[in-house]
């Protein structure tokens, strides 16, 4: 019997909570270290299925700025996290941009929009 024990901090609060997954034979046979069951299941997310939100800039011309801050709807698998930076660094919008605009629809296919996170008015920058 192979037994392991993978570590994670918590960081659903500033508490960082040292979390424990324990597997035999490749199965999950315990979690321990959460003070509350948002950790046992970010414990279990981030063992079984680690994901993250992508928050970064893409280029705009004709804006008030040069650059358009945006976000993922939803957290991507954290494999394809690289991917889709990769993807976002080809895009260029145009103002005016409202909150909330699809920057790119399913990006990837995974099924996650890539939103804008502010207004960009036109403006006499780039
Ligand atoms: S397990 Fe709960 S209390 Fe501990 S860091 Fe995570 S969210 Fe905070």
């Known amino acids: 019997m192979t037994s392991t024990i993978t ?4 960081i659903g609060c500033p508490l960082g909570c040292r979390l424990e997954v324990e597997e035999e ?4 046979v315990a979690v321990r270290g959460f003070s509350c069951k948002r950790g046992e ?7 079984t299925d680690p994901r993250r939100m992508v928050t970064t800039t ?12 945006v976000k993922t709807t939803a957290a991507v698998p954290k494999e394809h996290e690289r991917a889709v930076y990769a993807a976002l ?11 909330g605009d699809v920057v ?13 996170t502010r207004d960009m008015s036109e403006g006499d920058g780039v």
């Open 7 to 10: 570590t994670y901090l918590c």
């Open 25 to 28: 034979d490749a199965q999950i």
């Open 41 to 47: 299941e970010y414990a279990l997310q981030e063992h």
């Open 58 to 69: 893409v280029a705009i011309t004709n804006g008030r700025w040069a650059r358009l801050p």
């Open 89 to 99: 660094r080809s895009v260029v919008m145009r103002a005016p941009i409202r909150l």
């Open 104 to 116: 790119v629809g399913n990006i990837r296919g995974l099924g996650v929009d890539v939103v804008a």
